[in-house]
């Protein structure tokens, strides 16, 4: 009889040790799948800022190139010898100076209304693009704040993107948790000064 007991005891302890074991690697499966998914919602979030500030760059590169060429426009002659002085010229700046050719009206429309709306606009189509569609089922929202925290003397115009989603945990169910929440988040920023 002893013997039974002592391979009774010996089955008990190995499906005890067996369900942990089950147990810890289901946490682990499960853990490593949600960060690849947080990984991947940070990539698409990461892009998504970089599509909306694309376009700030854009728009900040027409208003540039609007000034010069009516700075270019201005014509300077030189002042006949005992005459009136004509206009001062100024020489254009060096391409470096991109950012000093932007004045208060210029970032003003940066951060209008409208182009929030298109930054937002662009920002969304590249989530879709990277298969994180607000048509998805699983994708709960896709919040994009542009300008983030915004001060008009700031030296730089921010983005933030966040990406939520619903995702399933697969042994969750064990522990009561089927079913849960993970976003992804990014900030980009782009030189306003």
Known sequence: MRM?????QIVIIVAVVLMITLLFLAVIIDGA???MEKQELNRVA??????????VGDQMVTQVVQVQTATAKVSCTPTPTNS???PTCTPTEPGDGFYRWLDDDHRATLVAPPMQTLVTTHSIGCAEENGRSLSHPAVIAIDVDYPYQY???????????????????M??????????ELSGDAKQSIPQR
Request: aromatic share 4%; proline share 6%.
């Open 171 to 180: 042994f969750g169910s064990i522990l009561g948790i089927p079913e849960g």
């Open 84 to 86: 009136t002085p004509g």
């Open 151 to 169: 001060h008009p003397e700031d030296q730089h115009l921010q983005i933030y993107v966040r990406i939520k989603r619903k995702v399933t945990v």
């Open 46 to 55: 990461d892009a998504a800022g970089k599509a909306g500030l694309i376009v």
């Open 33 to 35: 799948r949600l960060m």
């Open 4 to 8: 039974g007991n002592e391979r009774a």
